[in-house]
């Protein structure tokens, strides 16, 4: 059974490595370029039952803890100096979510960026955003553990979005934040209904050697920065569970052709026309052909590029959606990966407003470049 789902999880964790793994070729060629440091934290906070049928889930305030290692980028490429430089690193993540009886502990480990939004001296406010993997040591049992109606697998993936207030010293660093974590296995097993944790953390970072501040001070960039467009091919391919524990997996394929516009060195969006072949709609009409159960689609996406890694969002609208079991409106949020000019990976939640469809694991394959 672990192989059915062994490339969700690898690539989950992939794209952790990613995250860290991205710029350290270039960064590291460098004298003083970065800083490496080692990070604690203690964390407090309260799982949000997103669902009525989640209520019972909530039991008490959550608590961890979370080391890792860092790395505080100073004067490397001018990505970072774009960027007031970036931190990325690895963190392993425990949280005992309030009910140890139902949803047991969770552990994690995560590929984690930290952007600042503004920089003033000492200061900074950083948006975070972590990719990695999951345990749960409890998970969805129909005798052993019914009430655990919110994961069916120990492991899932693990996302977390915050907003990090720091202040830095010569070599450490103090940091407050509010974190979302979010578990949930892209129902390749229900039940699958997630774990939504929110948390305050409070944490310090000790670097193994003095920080240059100088660093922090706001960068000249270049000026000649050249808009772009580019037509790009997207295929995915992946599996989901419905309905109940137990089920079939349905196949579920894709394709789409994108147009990228990069109109700002943190700013790109997207158009694109959508093709699905969603195997679990035929459960709703089991003598339909794949033509019916072909799914099209209108989208619009934002994208922030930070040099190899691409994180994006938006919204797209079904032109045929003959079935519509969830309504006109779909949605895309996650990462992707420039391995070179012409080829990407993809890593991106599919869903429809709050509930998650499927992760589309999936490739692209740029047809050409333009720059004006």
């Known amino acids: 059974m672990k192989s059915k789902y062994s490339i969700y999880y690898w ?62 980028t100073l004067n490397g490429e001018e990505w970072q100096s774009t960027y007031r430089q970036p931190q990325y690193g690895f963190k392993f993540n425990y949280m005992d979510i309030g ?21 003033h001296n000492r ?26 109606n919110a994961i069916s697998s120990h492991l899932n993936s693990f996302v977390l979005l915050g907003k990090a207030y720091e202040y830095a010293f010569s070599n450490a660093a103090i940091r ?4 979302m974590a979010h578990i949930s296995n892209g129902a390749t097993k229900l039940p699958n209904l997630g774990l939504n944790v929110v948390n305050v953390n409070l944490g310090a970072t000790y670097y193994l050697d003095a920080i240059d501040l100088q660093a922090f001070k ?5 000026p000649d920065f050249t808009k772009s467009h580019h037509w790009k091919i997207f295929g995915t391919m992946t599996t989901k569970q419905y309905l109940s524990s137990g089920g079939p997996n349905y196949l579920v394929g894709g394709a789409g052709l994108f147009w990228h516009r990069h109109w700002k060195r943190k700013a790109a969006f997207e158009l694109a026309l959508d093709f699905f072949q969603n195997g679990s709609l035929q459960r709703l009409e089991p003598e339909s052909t794949w033509m019916e159960r072909m799914q099209m689609g209108i989208y619009s996406g934002y994208v922030l590029p930070i040099n190899k890694l691409q994180f994006t969002a938006g919204m797209g609208y079904y032109i045929k959606n003959d079935f519509e079991p969830d309504g006109p409106l779909y949605h895309r949020f996650g990462t992707r990966y420039q391995f070179n000019n012409r080829w990407q990976a993809n890593l991106t939640i599919k869903s429809h407003w709050g509930k998650a469809d499927y992760f589309e694991y999936g490739v692209f394959y740029i047809l050409g470049r333009n720059e004006k």
């Open 11 to 72: 690539s989950s964790l992939a794209f952790s490595l990613l995250i860290v793994m991205q710029n350290y070729s270039s960064i590291a060629q460098e004298n003083k370029s970065h800083q490496d440091g080692i990070q604690v934290a203690l964390k407090k906070g309260v799982l949000v039952p997103h669902r009525v049928v989640m209520r019972h889930l909530l039991q008490g305030h959550a608590n961890g803890l979370t080391i890792g290692w860092m790395r505080q």
């Open 99 to 119: 009910n140890r009886e139902v949803l047991g502990t969770s552990w994690s480990i995560a590929g984690n960026t930290f952007i600042p939004f503004w920089r």
């Open 123 to 148: 200061f900074a406010l950083h948006g975070h955003l972590g990719l990695g993997l999951n345990y749960m040591t409890k998970r969805f049992d129909q005798q052993n553990n019914p009430k655990n």
């Open 176 to 179: 407050l934040e509010i974190e």
């Open 218 to 222: 706001k960068p000249k960039l270049k």
